[in-house]
């Protein structure tokens, strides 16, 4: 997994790899402003100010999810979480699916494409609170969905992030309210399957 290091002694805010409302009507330009603009910006400002003195300065972003306690790995964790989240989309396109030995690996784990999608948004639905189903590879490759509260990430368990899905309410209550289930089963639209399956191969 590629390492994301500080410039300067700081992390940066991830520059999303679309326009504002590339993703519409999936996820809204105004979900993205305080999604990305304000949540994820906030986690990189906290994490910021939390490092000098920590003695975890100057170390890989993924490093410090696997060191640190706290308010630290809480705000490194979602960094971390987003920057893998925001960087899996592209603009909605119909007939979306995964190619290649990725798809071949989710058809021997999970039967078929349709039977992992209806698996992994149930993950997502029922994750009680805030958290992230995320799709992961163990180091055979091994394909597993996994449940993560709050701001964890499968990398504290020996696990490889492929896809993931965020459920905290900040991540769909501006375009989908209470309905969690429907924003997670219209994100299937907006997967870009090329980012997904390089992460699987790397
Ligand atoms: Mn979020």
Redo the contacts with the bound molecule.
Sequence with gaps: MKKTMPVEGKFELMALPYASDALEPVISANTLSF?HGK?LAAYVNNLNAALPGSGLEGKPLEEIVLDAQGGMLNNAGQILN?NLYFSQFRAPRAGNAPTGRLAQAIGEEFGSFEAFKEIFTKAGATLFGSGWAWLCADSDGNLKITQEPNAANPIQHGLRPLLTM?V?E??YYLDYQNRRPDHLAALWQIIDWDVINDRYEK
């Design positions: 999604h949540h987003h965020d905290w900040h991540a």
